[in-house]
């Protein structure tokens, strides 16, 4: 599973690994994990970064409209997958 530091502003480093990448609406979205094996907390992370930055900003996605859409691209693209979400 590839990893990826995720810095939250005025928060410190946190290592997070990647489950799944999907786009959604036009958006590029990671599903990150916060452990590699086992049960885990999930996130969506939407890129708002632009195409000519070298590196990403992505954004914990929080909204439910959008969370709910993501969600289940995610259970789409993980099926049989033994992983579990929950909106």
């Known amino acids: 599973?590839?990893?990826?530091?995720?810095r939250p502003e005025g928060?410190?480093?946190?290592?997070?690994?990647?489950?799944?990448?999907?786009v959604v609406n036009g958006h590029s979205y990671l599903l990150v994990t916060d452990t590699?094996?086992?049960?885990?907390?999930?996130?969506?992370?939407?890129?708002?970064?632009?195409p000519e930055e070298e590196e990403a900003l992505y954004t914990e996605v929080t909204e439910e409209e959008e969370l709910a859409a993501c969600a289940k691209a995610f259970a789409d693209l993980l099926d049989g997958e033994d992983i579990l979400l929950e909106t």
Request: charged share 35%; aromatic share 10%; net charge negative.
């Open 11 to 22: 928060g410190e480093a946190e290592a997070l690994f990647i489950v799944g990448q999907s």
């Open 36 to 50: 590699e094996d086992g049960d885990a907390d999930a996130f969506i992370l939407r890129d708002d970064s632009a």
């Open 1 to 6: 599973m590839e990893k990826i530091t995720f």
